[in-house]
């Protein structure tokens, strides 16, 4: 196989891998009222930057350094937080630390393309369920630039109040792929646009191992250490090499 046909093959998989999940086994979408279906939104077209690095919409994925990178900015702090982040106009924005650029396909796509995978047997959980998740272990930070100078905080680090109590190494984060929703087979992520979660929804693409905030509703409400809210961020995904 020539040199192209190496760059190409993984992400003509990937694709067929963000197609088998999108269409794939049902999950019950969150609890309440079900959002309105709708077309499925566009993947922005992948470019191979070199390097094992790729662009994906505003994603870029570095195989290497086993990350992704995209921008956003921040959208809630003081309120009330059930969700880390979601895509423009995503249907828990309201209560979600940070808006990105991202779809739920190109986010879910752009993890793939890391290794990530999705149990073939995924186990069932609800909303607000108490039972750890598991999966495949991810890391999260938000990176910003200050008075001219890089800040970066751990994703606990950006959801939790230092005078709250709630220590920010114990909060670990899994990635879970976001399945269909029984209503009309779409893809989960693209429904709703919860692409990080703190609370156990099934259509979240990443959500945190034991939930943050569960039962103690107002709890969370981000860091007043991050930017004022409309400030430009970066959210940086990692995965962990395993260790030797």
Known sequence: MNRRGRV???????LALVSQLAWGQGA???QGATPPQKAPPPIGEM?????????????VVDKRTRRITVSGRVLNVGK???????????????????????TGSEFN???????????????????????????????????WSQDGKPRRLSGAEALLD?????????????????PATKAGGAFGADVTGTLIGLVHDPASVIDSVDGVGIGAYGSVKGNP?????????????EVPRAKQ
């Open 225 to 237: 250490a991050l930017p004022p809210v409309g400030s430009e961020i970066e959210l940086i995904v």
């Open 109 to 143: 796509l752009a993890c793939i393309l890391l290794g990530l995978e999705r149990p073939a047997d995924p186990q069932e959980f609800q909303r607000y369920g108490r039972q750890p998740l598991a999966g495949p272990r991810v890391a999260l930070y938000v990176a």
């Open 8 to 14: 190409l093959a993984p992400l003509v998989l990937a």
């Open 28 to 30: 019950a979408p969150p």
């Open 162 to 178: 230092p005078q709250g109590g709630v220590k920010a190494e114990s909060v670990e984060w899994v990635y879970l792929g976001s």
């Open 47 to 59: 470019k191979p930057l070199g390097n094992d690095r790729f662009r994906i919409g505003h994603i």
């Open 80 to 102: 009330p937080l059930e969700y880390f982040a979601t895509t423009p106009k995503g249907w828990k924005a309201y209560e979600t630390l940070l808006e990105v650029d991202a």
